[in-house]
């Protein structure tokens, strides 16, 4: 189950948000073993004083578009898997709601199983191998 998170300057609107996250979404589906429904994203719209990054830094020049995703992971996933999914990522999202490349950064990062908890207190027996 990742877990993702949006990052980008206010003003976009909502059929741009969702647009996102669709396309978010479709790329873990096709290229990251994710399934359909499980879909867990924050948006986090900021002011440009509260979003600092580098315009040139390894993949620029960014736009005032760009876009940071970072995704927790529960299971590893491998390196070619990870590269299929941020080419797979960039594509979709060029197409909707058409951000170039440049603007879109990703950051992945695993966990342990028990460090879920889906509700009720309990940990994440699917991420633990364990049957509830």
Known sequence: MPMSRISLLKGKS????????DSLQRAMEESFNVPKNDRFQ???QHEPYEMMFDRSYEGGPRSDDFVLITIT????????????????LVELLAESPGLRPEDVMVVVS????????????RPAASLLGVRP
Request: no cysteine.
């Open 73 to 88: 992971i529960g299971k590893p996933r491998s390196t070619e898997m990870k590269q299929a999914f941020y080419r797979r």
């Open 42 to 44: 924050l948006v986090h």
């Open 110 to 121: 695993s966990s342990q199983g028990d460090d879920w908890s889906f509700g009720g207190g």
């Open 14 to 21: 909502p059929e741009y948000i969702r647009a996102l996250g």
